[in-house]
Nanobody, 115 residues
Framework: QVQLVESGGGLVQAGGSLRLSCAAS????????MGWYRQAPGKQRELVAESGGSTRYADSVKGRFTISRDNAQNTLYLQMNSLKPEDTAVYFCNLPSWYGTKWPWGQGTQVTVSL
């Protein structure tokens, strides 16, 4: 069974940076497109970055976030720079929406950006 474990979140001031990690077991990430999602309180989960045949970003994070992966470590990353309070959310990794299916969700990692 696939297991996804997100880490690297925390409390940071606006303008700061964080690097999130998503460690996968039970699958080989290099064989799949992958995405980073986030869910803010009271809002739906949204896809913010995708890595597959092409790399795509939500407009809200374009130019500030970078998705990457280390296939040897079977790990997906999200480098987040110039963070804003509106980036505050729990961040998750999983297959992109267009896959039509999802692996079991991990616990996510909380990112809180203060003024």
């Amino acid at each position: 069974q696939v297991q996804l474990v997100e880490s690297g979140g925390g409390l940071v001031q606006a303008g700061g940076s964080l690097r999130l990690s998503c460690a996968a077991s039970g699958t080989t990430l290099s064989k799949h497109a992958m995405g980073w999602y986030r869910q803010a309180p009271g809002k739906q989960r949204e896809l913010v970055a995708e890595s597959g045949g092409s790399t795509r970003y939500a407009d809200s994070v374009k130019g500030r976030f970078t998705i990457s992966r280390d296939n040897a470590q079977n790990t997906l990353y999200l480098q987040m720079n110039s963070l804003k309070p509106e980036d505050t959310a729990v961040y998750f990794c999983n297959l992109p929406s267009w896959y039509g299916t999802k692996w079991p969700w991990g616990q996510g990692t909380q990112v809180t950006v203060s003024l």
